[in-house]
């Protein structure tokens, strides 16, 4: 069983930057593709970036391509979300997700509890 706990939320101002960390415990990342989703009120879930085991293959959503950065160390256990030019459209509740599959469908088997990015403009 993996435990994945999500840090690094916060309040910040369009523009701004936050960097997102997912720890893992119960088990080793190394193997598994690891992902962010967002969740806005009212809106579904939806996938924001993965990363493969190795690092090798990354893939992001259209909509942060180019602002978000996704990146892991496993020997620390932990993926991190780098965000840039944050927009008030990225508000939302970002969730870390493991896979046991591959990065791309990222099919998650683990899921974090969430930490909230507040973007004010």
């Known amino acids: 069983q993996v435990q994945l706990e999500e840090s690094g939320g916060g309040l910040v101002q369009a523009g701004g930057s936050l960097r997102l960390s997912c720890a893992a415990s119960?088990?080793?990342?190394?193997?598994?593709?690891m992902g962010w989703f967002r969740q806005a009120p009212g809106k579904e879930r939806e996938f924001v970036a993965a990363i493969s085991w190795s690092g090798g293959s990354i893939v992001y959503a259209n909509s942060v391509k180019g602002r978000f950065t996704i990146s892991r160390d496993n020997a620390k256990n932990t993926v991190y979300l780098q965000m840039n030019s944050l927009k008030p459209e990225d508000t939302a509740r970002y969730y870390c997700?493991?896979?046991?599959?591959?990065?791309?469908?990222?099919?998650?088997?683990?899921w974090g509890q969430g930490t909230q990015v507040t973007v004010s403009s």
């Open positions: 119960g088990r080793t990342l190394s193997t598994f593709a």
């Open positions: 997700a493991g896979s046991r599959d591959r990065v791309q469908p990222f099919i998650p088997n683990y």
